[in-house]
């Protein structure tokens, strides 16, 4: 994408207004149940981990780079009115920064800008996780190239950093946030409560839960780090690991819970009900289905900033210990020797669960590339193995299994 004018394609208000319609269309589509019988406060806190907005331009990843040079011919006139014309050379210059986070904050044009009249904005595209901007000079000479690549970050930056541009607009943005959602829930809380009502006067048998549970999620972004003059590595720490285990397991047992979630789904399906929460919790990584990684086709395969895997999952209809088993194979075949943080995600549709939970435990650790046990992880369904690779058993992978029982 290309944001024509940074800072100026969008109003803040406009944007604030329409974060509003989406949040509560979020809550409207909830079912009524739900609504009534879940707790207020961690829901809250959940929406505002989703909906809160954040943005980073990692400086110190700057690159220009060179695209083009071309010979220009300027034409003017003499005193006496003869034709003349000069040679010059453009030099086509592209300015390159990493970026995290939700990039509709250098589109949004804040209340109180230090942009003057006088501005004229820079376009900037957006490829993937980086921004490019373009700038042409027409000599050679290091401080006037060094004066128009300030320039070019000031249009493009400048207004996010001051004390009142678009990053503190986005802090009150998120500060404010909570109380707006609250605001939100309680009028459709009170509205599906009316409704309840009217329904019990009528008859209508409409018994639920007293207690729905809310997995409480949290944004993360994976910060790069430098590991040589400007090559960057991304790194994702254990803690954040663990978060996007925990993620998933809270939110596929609150899954359990609803029926309407699960029933008539294949592994497609149930594996596309984790993919929207894991990009709008996890900034600055992007997860995907049926994506390509060494020898086949990842269900979940997670990507840092600069286009590496730092997590890898497998979601399987349990069929018995033997496909369990070419599940692991298929699991340990897709990654690589950098890909170190994985996942296999069960789906256990028969009846017996607590069986079944003992024979994949028994699966795990009779696999040839068994190395060890680390003990539960994120549940009681959630179990944490090290494994090691096919192809070199000095290379070791964290592996979690997680096991969900959806019912038929």
């Known amino acids: 994408m290309t944001i024509s004018k940074p800072n100026r394609e969008i109003t803040y208000d406009s944007y604030v207004a329409w974060a509003k319609q989406q949040i509560e269309r979020d809550i409207l589509s909830r079912p009524a ?61 592209c300015l390159k920064y990493k970026f995290t986070g939700d990039i509709v904050v250098l589109q949004i044009e804040p209340r109180c800008s230090h942009y003057s009249s006088l501005y004229r904005p820079t376009p900037i595209d957006v490829i993937g996780d980086e921004l490019q901007i373009r700038f042409v000079a027409t000599e050679a000479d290091t401080k006037k190239i060094q004066s128009l690549i300030d320039e070019t970050k000031g249009n493009a930056f400048g207004n996010l950093d001051n004390n009142s541009g678009a990053q503190w607009q986005m802090n009150q943005y998120n500060e404010h946030l909570p109380g707006e959602i609250r605001k939100i829930f309680e009028k459709v809380r009170s509205q599906r409560e009316k409704e309840h009502q009217v329904f019990l006067e009528l008859g209508v048998s409409n018994l639920s839960p007293k207690n729905i549970e809310v997995p409480v999620i949290k944004k993360v972004t994976p910060i790069p780090s430098m590991t040589g003059s400007k090559e960057i590595s991304y790194k994702l720490k254990e803690e954040i690991y663990r978060d996007i285990l925990q993620h998933i397991y809270q939110l596929y047992k609150g899954y359990e ?73 298929q699991l340990l075949k897709y990654v690589t020797w950098r890909d170190t943080q994985t996942a296999l995600i069960l789906f256990v549709k028969n009846s017996g669960i607590k069986e079944i939970v003992e024979k994949a435990k028994n699966t795990m650790i009779q696999h040839r590339c068994f190395f060890r046990c680390c003990g539960n992880g994120c549940g009681e369904s959630s179990f944490s193995y090290i494994f090691h690779t096919s192809e070199d058993d000095k290379c070791h992978i964290a592996l979690e299994l997680m096991i969900f029982h959806f019912p038929e």
Not at 37 to 50: D, G, K, W, Y
Not at 61 to 72: C, G, H, M
Not at 290 to 304: H, L, P, Q, S, V
């Open 33 to 93: 149940d739900y609504i009534m019988n879940v707790n207020q406060e961690a829901f809250i806190e959940m929406l505002t981990t989703a909906y809160s907005v954040h943005f980073e331009v990692y400086y110190n990843t700057e690159r220009l780079e060179l695209e083009s040079q071309q010979q220009k011919r300027k034409v003017f006139h003499d005193a006496w009115g003869y034709e003349e014309y000069k040679v010059y050379t453009e030099y086509h210059f």
């Open 257 to 329: 819970k609803h029926v309407s979630t699960y029933r008539g789904k294949h592994e497609q399906d149930l594996r596309d009900l984790i993919l929207p929460p894991l990009n709008s919790t996890f900034i600055g990584m992007n997860s995907s289905g049926e994506t390509f990684n060494k020898n086949g086709k990842t269900d979940i395969i997670t990507k840092a900033p600069d286009n590496s895997n730092v997590f890898i999952a497998e979601c399987k209809i349990w069929r018995g210990e033997v496909q369990l088993s070419e599940a692991i194979d």
